[in-house]
């Protein structure tokens, strides 16, 4: 692995082959996790922090996705919640206790399916919203590295993880410590997760819209709001999840 931006380009190249081939059936069930739920009018709601929150932005409200998703993300407690923007420090993705609240903010309803990111899967907050996302009944999709994952402690007084909660799991192919290529005095650049997180979001999407095709019906697809006339096509999906879904910061 040469220190250059071709060496990364080819450790990444490996690692987006290397998932696409080991995750085709956990793609699939999580394909088949989502289609259920929409079909019985239930919504995706994804969930990630840090920068694995750009998974969540990756499935809820972007072109060429689902209508049907939202994101929830910890400035919520802020801007929905009434709490200080001081709350919204580095080591608050360690507290658990944030996490009820945060489920009490969102618009959920009994019949949503979560996808939820944490490339270590360890962190009190991660792991407290999933375990109560499962206690609330909802099928829960996981998207971690088991490399990293498996390496360091859980940080839930549980002693669980990500993966130990989910109903499907699915290895982004991150090394321990995401980044991939070896630095002389120790450390690393070039991480990965953000790619492949990305990758295994827009296949699941993919394969969900197929299976909606497949059986006669009209996937809910947003269209890009730069192209013309795009705003009334989005606006009157959107409609059938008012209340449901939320579009902004």
Do not use: C, W
């Not at 060496?7 to 999580?30: F, H, K, P, S, W």
């Not at 060429?64 to 923007?85: H, K, Q």
């Not at 699941?204 to 095709?213: D, G």
């Not at 013309?228 to 999840?241: M, Q, T, W």
């Amino acid at each position: 692995m040469t220190l250059s931006a071709q060496g990364y380009l080819d450790v990444v190249t490996e690692t987006i082959g290397r998932v696409a081939a080991g995750q085709r059936e956990g793609v699939r069930l999580a394909a088949d996790l989502i289609t259920a739920a929409l079909r019985t009018g239930g919504v995706v709601q994804a969930f990630g922090t840090g920068h694995s929150e750009a998974l969540a932005m990756e499935i809820a409200g972007r072109a060429g996705g689902l209508v049907p998703t939202n994101r929830i993300a910890l400035r919520d407690l802020v801007l929905r919640g009434g709490e200080s923007v001081e709350i919204l420090g580095p080591t608050l993705e360690r507290d658990p206790t944030v996490a009820h609240r945060l489920y009490e903010l969102s618009p959920i309803d009994p019949r949503d399916v979560f996808v939820i990111a944490s490339n270590s899967g360890v962190n009190g907050t991660i792991v407290e919203f999933a375990s109560l996302v499962k206690e609330r009944g909802h099928g829960l999709i996981a998207i971690t590295s088991r490399e990293h994952s498996d390496g360091v402690p859980s940080r839930h007084p549980s002693g669980r993880k990500l993966g130990d909660v989910a109903d499907v799991v699915l290895d982004n192919g991150a090394p321990y410590g995401d980044a991939t290529l070896p630095l002389p005095g120790g450390g690393a650049v070039g991480a990965v997760s953000s790619i492949t997180a990305a990758l295994l979001a827009q296949q699941i999407v993919v394969e969900v819209v197929r299976r909606l095709v497949e059986a006669g019906e009209t996937p809910p697809v947003y269209l890009s709001a730069n192209i013309p006339d795009s705003d009334g096509h989005n606006n009157a999906l959107e409609a059938r999840y008012a209340g449901r879904i939320r579009r902004g910061a």
